[in-house]
């Protein structure tokens, strides 16, 4: 047993020494190797098991990729004075590892840095524009009508420059800044724009009130309109009671000429058969069970009545 343990103490230094002596470079990584922390040489990018001094080298492993940034809200005033808050983020990757290395050491001093740039940038281009042109990005057409808008086509202010190309200038000026720490920047851009708590309100109520203001239009607007609708309609109505009583009137008018004639003809055959039976119809219509009559015996209506005896 004694004799084994050299071997074994021998086989552990041996397996230490190993792992410190070789390292794998991969697809996605980069490396720089330090001595002492000093960098030896350019940074290590084809992929592959690799060999350095083991205890006295150590392999500085940084990312190929595409990295995210994403900045916190600031409060900036615009050109014209209006306080807003602005979120931006960005794409940002290591370009030159060795220089990355020697300015800022890892990622999470990458990312203070760009804080520091992208962050002062942007605060710099906003104060440089009035806050349509952070807004807008073109002279489009609004969608909404100009009552929901609250400005005519001739009062909204031209585009000179655009959202778009605000975070363009961000990206120019930040991307010049961030190559001298060894770091390429892509893809700026402004993700979210608001007013500050002070204003918001404010806005809320005016937008409140706008709305307010054009729905009591249009409830007016549809007032006049059932008015007029109501109107026509009466007009209509009359109209059409006005011709059914004319028609009628003219019907009625045939009618009783047809039964004036009816009536001549029948008394022109038998006049006095007609007189009994108009005589006998006037009695039904006047007469019944609970009628009370007195009459004169000389009544020409009393006379078919003293006939019956």
Known sequence: MKKLTPIIIIAVLAIILMSDTFYVVSETNQIIITQFGEPMGKAIQEPGLKIKLPFIQKANIFEKRWLEWNGDANQIPTKDKKFIWIDTYARWRISDPLTFFQRVRDERGAQSRIDDIVDGETRNAIAQFDLIEIVRSSNREFELSEELVGLTSTEIPTIHAGRDSIAKLILKRSQAITLEFGVELKDVKIKRVNYVDEVQ????????????????????????RSAAIRGQKERELRRIESGAYKTSQEIQGKADGQAARIYARAYGADPEFYAFTKTLETYRNTIDSSTTLILSTDSDYFKYLKRMK
């Open 201 to 224: 309100q404010k806005v809320f109520e005016r937008m409140i009130a706008e709305r307010q203001r054009i729905a009591a239009k249009y409830r007016s607007e549809g007032d006049g």
